[in-house]
């Protein structure tokens, strides 16, 4: 019996319809696999005769299960399926669909798609563990790297900017595991972001100055909460005049200025040698005579590094840090200071940081899905043993939420003017004081920690 017959009259017309496309994909998917072999296995195939024969298989498959499809409908199976074999399998739809920000699969049965900030769970499978070690490894075998069961980690990128993470057994207990967080082909700009409310124009205002005006910015927030996506933004304020380096471990901002150096960390390799770190890069990087040092993020000692070239004429770097809080940006930032090697003073670490940086910006990732600049929190001096922190804006939680669980709250200003405004008018850029008028919270924050 076809898959057509078995479908009939078990759903309605468009979902039957769906469902034996879908289902003749698979089954077709199949078959070009095992017809092919080790010939598809083999990552060292050459494109064009393998694609010849997939198309080949594919045209013989449809014309054998008699399946009752327009001309069109086949054509764009016969290229889905090609596309699927040829390129990242059953996630290549999602790799090409610009609602999906995330694609996970644990595991070869296994696939979610993160849409709107929402984690969901897909239809499509991988045919075995095989099967996805292969996709695995034309994946990241497109930019140098390597993963076995000897080099079971690996973190890449494909060729569009997007971030790959996979682990293999025996580190991965259900088959491989892989993740790939896709970026904007067009970049996001700062009214991209006012448009999703991410942040309100008074705060983009107050940023585009703080970056032109050579602020030391950190950016803080959990995981997947848009910090590298604001920090892109961010850097497209930097006048074009400007040598400007980033460092990354997997490069990630996209930065439209002509001057610019992006340095990208190594790991090692199967032998244990040949690593360079961020903090590596870093201390190179201070001898290519930059106007600018980025940091996609800071996770070890090169924050040590970090904080010395911001207080010894580096000004306006930026980098990101994954922290819950503002406070706990900080307090992140002292522990992998701490973490360089040398045995300072917790005194002397945190006059460092009050003295390196000027703001932090805070994102948080609420029920709802949405990334929400939750707080700009001005860095101030040291009171005893303690770093003083002030809150230029705030999001009101108090407001609530809709009855669609989207939040009713906004950033507000707290009334507080920033010190730096003088430093800031001192190089040309005056802020309206306007910006920093206060707005009646509903719960009354406390600006000033």
């Known amino acids: ?41 083999s990552n060292r195939s050459d494109g064009g005769p393998l694609r010849s024969s997939v198309e080949r298989i594919v045209a013989e498959s449809l014309k054998a299960n008699k399946v009752p499809i327009s001309v069109g409908e086949g054509e764009r199976l016969a290229h889905e399926v090609t596309d699927d074999v040829l390129g990242h399998g059953p996630i290549e739809r999602f790799l090409q669909d610009p609602t999906v920000s995330e694609v996970m699969v644990n595991g070869p049965r296994r696939v979610y798609v993160e849409r709107n900030g929402k984690i969901e769970l897909t239809k499509s499978r991988f045919l075995d563990e095989d099967h996805l070690r292969h996709v695995i490894g034309r994946i990241v ?42 970026f904007a082909v067009d970049p996001f700009e700062m009214q991209d972001l006012v448009d999703f409310n991410t942040l309100t124009p008074p705060v983009s205002t107050l940023l585009e100055a703080c970056v032109r005006g050579k602020m030391n910015l950190l950016v803080s927030g959990g995981t997947s909460t848009g910090k590298t996506t604001l ?20 490069k990630e901002l996209q930065l439209r200025q002509h001057h610019v150096l992006s340095l990208e960390g190594r790991p090692p390799n199967t032998e244990g040698k040949g690593a360079v770190t961020i903090r590596d890069l870093l201390r190179n990087s201070l001898r290519m005579r930059p106007d600018r040092i980025l940091i996609g993020e800071c996770r070890s000692g090169e924050a040590l590094d970090m904080l010395q070239a911001m207080n010894t004429g580096h000004e306006g770097s930026l980098t990101t840090v994954h922290a819950n809080s503002p406070r706990d940006a900080l307090s992140r930032v002292e522990t992998m200071t701490l973490m360089a090697g040398f045995d300072l003073p917790v005194r002397v670490v945190r006059d460092q ?24 929190t001005e860095v101030g001096r040291m009171e005893g043993e303690m770093v003083l922190l002030q809150d230029i804006f705030l999001f009101d939680f108090g407001m609530g939420t809709a009855e669609d669980g989207t939040p009713l709250g906004k950033l507000k200003a707290t009334g507080l003017r920033p010190r730096f405004a003088e430093s800031l008018a001192d190089r040309g850029i005056t802020l309206d004081s306007r910006l920093f008028e206060a707005e009646r919270f509903v719960h009354a924050p406390v600006g000033r920690r």
Not at 3 to 12: F, I, K, V, W
Not at 21 to 34: A, F, K, P, T, Y
Not at 361 to 370: A, C, I, N, P, Q
């Open 1 to 41: 019996m076809t898959l057509y017959e078995r479908l009939q009259g078990t759903r309605s017309p468009e979902e039957s319809r769906a469902e034996l496309l879908d289902g003749l994909r698979q089954q077709i998917h199949e078959r070009v696999i095992s017809r092919l072999g080790p010939q598809f296995y």
């Open 141 to 182: 075998g497109q930019v140098g790297r390597h993963i076995d069961e000897t080099s079971p980690m690996v973190d890449a990128r494909l060729p569009d900017g997007s971030r790959v993470n996979a682990v293999f057994p025996p580190l991965s207990i259900d088959g491989p595991y892989l993740t790939i967080r896709k």
């Open 231 to 250: 920090l892109n933004v961010l850097s497209s304020f930097i006048p074009s005049d400007e040598r400007i380096i980033t460092i990354e471990d997997a």
């Open 353 to 376: 940081m009050s003295s390196a940086l000027d703001l932090i910006v805070h994102l948080t990732r609420l029920r709802d899905g949405s990334r929400r600049v939750t707080h700009v």
